[in-house]
């Protein structure tokens, strides 16, 4: 169930039962020359929706940039500072803890949303629970979707050479069995991209010249997509569900 397709009556009567939501938490910037610029929102955006159908969940709606200045020598790429990010991501919990919800589940796309995240769900309960009885309190948990077991052990699977850290093919498959008609190709050149360390945006760009950081995504295709979605649904599900007791809280 999406909370934007929901009226405040229906949102109202759904507290009776749940407390528990799912917020995706993307971000907006390159992914090499084939991958898309929405990459990391896509991907969270699609596995959660079909998680909240498959298991009667409740998912607001996408947050779609996030902390990526290391992009931004990439045309396209969009970051919030990690300050407007953090104060973003309090805002929409106290806004969803003031109507009763107590259990948000941060469902998070991007390596560079990790720090900020944890460090806004620190800062959010320190700022709302003082005082609070036990059950009355905010609870907020940050997953990444790769890191659910069944889609780390799938990666490897499918791609035991050339995944990489970024512009990876198993991000590439998920774009591409979410829009099939916005399958890229480019020639990629080495086929494997260098990996290593970098400072800053230009610093980047300099060592990984076309985007990629140790990855081959021209092994994505959209059947592998299905699957890594499959997983990382069935994965959040189980993960979801424990997190707020089953739904109930
Ligand atoms: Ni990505």
Not at 17 to 25: A, Q
Not at 44 to 55: F, L, N, P, S, T
Not at 76 to 99: N, V
Not at 167 to 175: D, F, L, R
Request: aromatic fraction near 8%; charge should be negative; proline fraction near 6%.
């Amino acid at each position: 169930m999406q909370l934007a397709l929901c009226t405040w009556p229906e949102i109202d009567a759904w507290l009776t039962r749940s407390k528990g939501i799912i917020v995706p938490v993307g971000s907006t910037e390159q992914h090499g020359p084939t991958g898309l610029i929405g990459t990391d929102t896509i991907s969270v955006e699609m596995i959660a929706k079909r998680a909240g159908e498959a298991a009667n969940i409740l998912v607001a709606p996408v947050f779609p940039v996030g902390v990526a200045a290391h992009h931004m020598a990439f045309a396209g790429s969009m970051s919030l500072r990690p300050e407007t990010f953090r104060a973003a991501i309090r805002d929409w919990a106290a806004s969803l803890d003031r109507h009763g919800f107590r259990r948000i589940y941060f469902f998070n796309g991007h390596g560079g949303n990790i720090a900020p995240l944890n460090a806004a769900v620190k800062e959010i309960s320190n700022e709302l629970n003082p005082g609070r009885a036990e059950n009355d309190r905010l609870e907020c948990k940050v997953q990444s979707w790769w890191q659910f077991e069944s889609v780390h052990a799938l990666c490897q699977t499918l791609y035991p050479e050339g995944h990489g850290s970024h512009a990876t093919p198993s991000e590439v498959a998920i774009t591409q069995y979410a829009f099939p008609d916005a399958i890229k190709s480019a020639a990629l050149e080495p086929r494997i991209a260098p990996t290593g360390r970098f400072t800053n945006a230009e610093d980047y760009r300099a060592a990984f010249p076309d985007g990629r950081i140790g990855s081959n995504p021209a092994l994505a295709n959209p059947a592998d997509g299905e699957k890594l979605v499959d997983a990382a649904v069935a994965g959040l599900i189980v993960d979801f569900q424990r997190f707020t007791g089953n739904g109930v809280t």
